[in-house]
T-cell receptor, first 114, second 108 residues
Framework: GAGVSQTPSNKVTEKGKYVELRCDPI?????LYWYRQSLGQGPEFLIY????????DSGLPNDRFFAVRPEGSVSTLKIQRTERGDSAVYLC????????????FGNGTRLTVT | GQQLNQSPQSMFIQEGEDVSMNCTSS?????WLWYKQDPGEGPVLLIA?????ELTSNGRLTAQFGITRKDSFLNISASIPSDVGIYFC????????FGKGTRLHILP
């Protein structure tokens, strides 16, 4: 079956612009996670949804970052006034949302801010 | 905040050698996970550990959940070329916290 799909796979934008990154989770997965991975680092937690609501958004670095999941399926990560330091791979993962259910990751969106 | 320390940062080994890497945490986790990431892809779960002291195998991979719940190790036996990649430990409560990874290189 289809895995977690992230689009676009690559995004280049200019400093100060607004970007949206999309995640299509595995069908039936209620939990959805966003992570950011900088070069040479492990994935860094950003936000976690259970259904439509953000259960934990403690990893969002500042108020330029926002994520939504209006129908409990597809999620969009939105970054306003992008900065060069936002350049990274943004990973999305989904799970069944039950205790110990494993996370399935997409291949990420590589964001480059010039 | 919670931090995971992985060691070594990188390893260079000969094909056929055994590999050992470990992870320590500043806090307790109820679940420890080991992931592998290949270039251009997301991490893939290798082994999940749910009980302190648990020892679990998956083919040539063996991982243990430390008694204190603050550490874990991963062993790979008889390494092969496709083992090359980055291995991440992770601790899970509601969210998953990742270490910085161990980069495994296999010398020709």
């Amino acid at each position: 079956g289809a895995g977690v799909s992230q689009t676009p796979s690559n995004k280049v934008t200019e400093k100060g612009k607004y970007v949206e990154l999309r995640c299509d989770p595995i069908s039936g997965h209620t939990a959805l996670y966003w992570y950011r991975q900088s070069l040479g680092q492990g994935p860094e937690f950003l936000i976690y949804f259970q259904g439509t609501g953000a259960a934990d958004d403690s990893g969002l670095p500042n108020d330029r970052f926002f994520a939504v999941r209006p129908e409990g399926s597809v999620s969009t990560l939105k970054i306003q006034r992008t900065e060069r330091g936002d350049s990274a791979v943004y990973l999305c993962a989904s799970s069944l949302g039950t205790a110990n259910s494993p996370l399935h990751f997409g291949n990420g969106t590589r964001l480059t801010v010039t | 905040g919670q931090q995971l320390n992985q060691s070594p940062q990188s390893m260079f080994i000969q094909e056929g050698e055994d590999v050992s890497m470990n992870c320590t945490s500043s806090s307790i986790f109820n679940t420890w996970l080991w992931y592998k990431q290949d270039p251009g892809e997301g991490p893939v779960l290798l082994i999940a550990l749910y009980k302190a002291g648990e020892l679990t195998s998956n083919g040539r991979l063996t991982a243990q959940f430390g008694i204190t719940r603050k550490d874990s190790f991963l062993n790979i036996s008889a390494s092969i070329p496709s083992d090359v990649g980055i291995y991440f430990c992770a601790g899970q409560e509601d969210k998953i916290i990742f270490g910085k990874g161990t980069r495994l290189h296999i010398l020709p």
